[in-house]
């Protein structure tokens, strides 16, 4: 399937009730984060990457991030490795589990990922990528998919997207950079075309889509089937379902303040209770500062950027719930709600850094 409008995306024999994904983000797409999007509409939203020898260790900290809950969609889950033993144990652990899809990373570009053979280094190992590919479609009866980068230097996702097909993958994430590129200038959409020609497989494009036109156009110039968004989702889980609707055609514009305090507050009291306080409360503030930077009022960037400093240091929930409540009831966020929506075509703008295991 391929197109512009709205519609469902098949992957082996798991229908994804939508064209706009978002992506495994270390740090980010935790199961609170997973369950936000997902009571908003997001149709698939992947765990943090999950380290596939860790994960067989039982380390806490890992398992925590392959964490399957209640209110999701789909349970889909990203592991790392550079063995396929061991890559093919974390897929059965992850089977056991719960998992619908099962992707494998072959993009991330970070130094301690690509340091251990992992990641995007194995695009400079494509027979090693291909035998883990191979390992991981024997080792479950889910679907697999890759995500991987243009290459490692220069252009050669065409050669691994193939060597993945061949071995039984069921669809393939293109991000529009080489590993070298890390996540400077702009991703090439027009270079995953050569992708999409070569192989039978659904083809997801991804980097820089962060409203409906993007996703409009990284979808044109790709010919891919679907979009997946990453750093266009930081406070804003409610962005993969909407731009979900832009690209079918139906109105939709980001919440009010109203609604958007009771997004925040539900986030953060199941990121509390996921992972108690006080460690919740400070593993949310990365949340919280982006769904205060990224509000459209209060109207002036500084006022916002000064609230978001005062709130990431309070030191309780309650405390937290006040004074967001304060910061948006004020008599500027009133004025501004009265105000023209603001469409997700034309999202609000912003530069920020990408998690280790995150893609753009």
């Known amino acids: 399937m391929s197109g512009l409008g709205g519609g469902r995306l098949r992957i082996g024999d798991v229908t994804v009730g939508g064209r706009v994904l978002t992506a495994p983000m270390t740090g980010v797409t935790d199961l609170p984060f997973r369950r936000a999007a997902s009571r908003l509409g997001a149709a698939y939203v992947s765990t943090e990457m999950v380290a596939c020898a860790d994960f067989a260790c ?5 398992v925590r991030r392959a964490a399957v809950g209640d209110g999701l969609p789909l349970m889909v889950v990203q592991l790392l490795g550079a063995d396929p033993a ?18 494998l990373n072959m993009g991330c570009p970070s130094k301690e990922v690509v340091g251990a053979a992992c990641g995007a280094a194995l695009m400079r190992t494509p027979e090693l990528a291909e035998r883990i590919v191979a390992a991981a479609v024997e080792a479950t009866d889910r679907p697999v998919t890759v995500k991987m980068r243009l290459g490692w230097d220069t252009h050669t996702a065409c050669d691994l997207a193939l060597r993945a ?21 702009r991703a090439d959409w027009s270079a995953v075309a050569a992708v999409k020609a070569a192989v039978r497989l659904p083809v997801i494009v991804n980097g820089d889509i962060l409203d409906a036109a993007d996703a409009t156009e990284a979808l044109r110039l790709s010919g891919a089937d ?11 889980p409610w962005a993969a379902a909407g731009i979900d609707a832009a690209l079918a055609g139906a109105p939709w514009a980001e919440p009010d303040a109203e609604p958007r305090l009771g997004i925040v507050l539900d986030h953060m009291a199941d990121a509390l209770a996921f ?18 930077e990224r509000a459209p009022w209060p109207a002036a960037a500084e006022v916002r950027r000064t609230a978001k400093a005062r709130l990431c240091r309070l030191d309780s929930a309650s405390e937290v719930e006040r004074a967001l409540v304060a910061l948006w009831a004020s008599e500027a966020v009133t004025e501004a709600a009265k105000g023209p929506a603001l469409a997700l075509g034309s ?14």
């Open 58 to 62: 039982g380390r806490p900290d890992v």
């Open 86 to 103: 061991t890559v093919a144990q974390g897929v059965r652990l992850a089977t056991t589990a719960g998992a619908d899809l099962i992707d």
């Open 165 to 185: 097909e061949r071995a039984g993958a069921a669809a393939l994430t293109v991000h529009g950079r080489t590993r070298n590129q890390f996540y400077t200038g």
């Open 226 to 236: 679907a979009v997946m968004l990453g750093r266009g989702v930081y406070g804003r």
């Open 275 to 292: 992972y108690a306080e006080p460690h919740g409360l400070r593993l949310f503030r990365k949340h919280l500062g982006w769904y205060v």
């Open 347 to 360: 999202a609000p703008s912003y530069n920020a850094p990408v998690s280790a295991g995150g893609a753009a």
